[in-house]
C-alpha cells in the first residue's frame, strides 16, 4: 500500500517517549516577548517535550498544519464520510484505540491517486483521502496509520529492536539506513517507521504470510502488541 512518510526514523528513536494521549513539540527557540502582565521573557531554547491532547479524534475542515512530504487540499467532511471512518475507528483493536488523534482531516490526494490514507505521528494528526473511500481494505489502512501514530510510544530499546530484527542495518554515525534483505511489502524498504507500521497492519490482516517472511519480526511485533495490550 502506497504511503508518505511523515517522520524521520531519527526523530523517534531520540524524541522522549510520548503517551498515547499525548504528541510531540520539538525542540524550538523562543525569542524575548512581553507577557500580558508585563513580565518580561528573556529568549531561551525551549527543549522537546510531549504535550497532552486536549480534543480528541477531533474532525476539523481545516487546519493550521503545513505539510512539507504531501500535496493535498483539505476540504469540508460530508457526514456519511465520517460514519464510514468512526465505523472502521471501532474496529480497531482495543490497543490501538487508545491512541486518539488530535485532528482528523479530509484531503482530496496524498502525493498520489491511488493513496488512501495518512497518518502524521508529531501531530497525532490522521488524514483520509478520496481513496480510502473505495477501498475495500479501509479496515487495513486504519490499522497501519493509527500504527504510524504510536511510534513515538516506542522507546529507544524498542524501535532499535524492531529495526533489528526486521534486519536493517543501522549505522547512527553515518546517518546510513540500510533495509532488509527480505521486505514484508516493498515499501518497507522507504524507512523503519514504514516497515514498523506494515508489520502492524500485516500481523492483522496476514500473520501467517508475516510469520513465513520474517518469523524473527513478527515475533518482536508481537511483544511489543502484547506489551501495549497490558498497559
Known sequence: MPIILFILFSTALFASVCGPHEIYVR??????Y????????RAHLRKAHCRELTQ??????????????IKT??????????????????KLPEWLKKYKQGEQ?????????????AGIPLTRTLIIFDKFFEASNKLDVLIHEVGHLTILDLTKEEMLGFANASGWII?????????????????????????????????????TKLKKVNPTSFSYIEKIIKKREQK
Not at 34 to 41: E, L, P, Q, S
Request: glycine residues 6%; negative net charge; hydrophobic residues 25%.
Open 105 to 117: 482531516l479530509r484531503g482530496d490526494v496524498g502525493g498520489n491517486a491511488h493513496n488512501p490514507a
Open 56 to 69: 480528541f479524534n477531533y474532525y476539523q475542515d481545516s487546519t493550521t498544519q503545513t505539510f512539507k512530504k
Open 34 to 41: 512581553k507577557r500580558a502582565d508585563g513580565t518580561k521573557v
Open 171 to 207: 549505522n547512527r554515525e553515518k546517518g546510513i539506513k540500510t533495509p532488509p534483505k527480505i521486505l514484508v511489502i516493498p515499501d518497507s524498504s522507504e524507512s523503519v517507521s514504514e516497515d514498523y507500521a506494515n508489520h502492524i497492519e500485516i500481523y492483522y490482516s496476514d500473520p
Open 27 to 32: 525542540e524550538q527557540w523562543i525569542e524575548s
Open 73 to 90: 487540499n483539505i476540504k469540508k467532511w460530508k457526514s456519511e464520510e465520517k460514519k464510514i471512518v468512526d465505523e472502521y475507528l471501532s
